[in-house]
């Protein structure tokens, strides 16, 4: 079977850094992306990691260990806007083309 | 750019009707198209994948004979949800993928269509 599991909820202040774990067990991986979605919208795209390390981009870095199956987003200077649901979702074969399999996410509140 | 429409945003039949949701890509050419299922506070259930001129692949679970899909063009996908009932209340999300967006590891999401079944 496929699982992506995720922290349900994580409480943060304005200006903290806050990191989002995604634990997976696919079959066949080409990469891990991390999804931000506020509440009745659509899915936004945050960052793609195909290899092991770090990716950067402004406030928001993410990370993968292929090894360890492993990945998280980190979110820094942390403002009220960030209040969301975050996903992390594989890319993984899918027949003819790949597809995302989405993680269970995880429920950020930015509080004052 | 890349941006993608869903028609209706909102959807409110009785229970048995046929409903059919739009999807398109505004300023690209998406040879692939997905179709998602997401319940209140739960993830996106990727329900099938669809490829232009092709018949759409259903994940396990999803009816293809309920959850009709036609890719018939590069900018088009359409589902319909055939004798809907209560139970198919959900918000369905399509993205896109294709050649000439920025970055091809990218899927652009839709802005969902909310179905009520009464």
């Known amino acids: 079977g496929q699982s992506l599991e995720q922290p349900s909820e994580v409480t943060a202040v304005e200006g903290a850094i806050v990191q989002i774990n995604c634990t997976y067990q696919?079959?066949?991986?080409?990469?891990l992306s991390w999804y931000q979605q506020h509440d009745g919208g659509a899915p936004t795209f945050l960052s793609y990691?195909?290899?092991?390390g770090l990716e950067e981009t402004g406030r928001f870095s993410s990370f993968l260990s292929r090894s360890d199956s492993y990945g998280y987003l980190l979110l820094q200077e942390l403002q009220m806007k960030d209040s969301a649901s975050y996903f992390c979702a594989v890319r993984a074969p899918g027949g003819a083309t790949n597809k995302l399999i989405f993680g269970t996410g995880t429920l950020l509140a930015v509080q004052p | 750019g890349a941006v993608v429409s869903q028609h209706p945003s909102r959807v409110i039949c009785k229970s048995g009707t046929s409903v059919k949701i739009e999807c398109r890509s505004l300023d690209f050419q998406a040879t692939t198209m997905f179709w998602y299922r997401q319940f209140p506070k739960q993830s996106l259930m990727l329900m099938a994948t669809s490829n232009e001129g092709s018949k759409a692949t259903y994940e396990q679970g999803v009816e293809k004979d309920k959850f009709l899909i036609n890719h018939a063009s590069l900018t088009l996908s359409t589902l319909t949800v055939t004798s809907a009932h209560p139970e198919d209340s959900s918000f369905y999300i399509c993205s896109a993928r294709g050649w000439g967006l920025a970055g091809y590891n990218e899927q652009f999401f839709g802005p969902g269509t909310r179905l009520t079944v009464l």
């Open positions: 990691n195909a290899l092991d």
């Open positions: 696919t079959s066949g991986f080409y990469g």
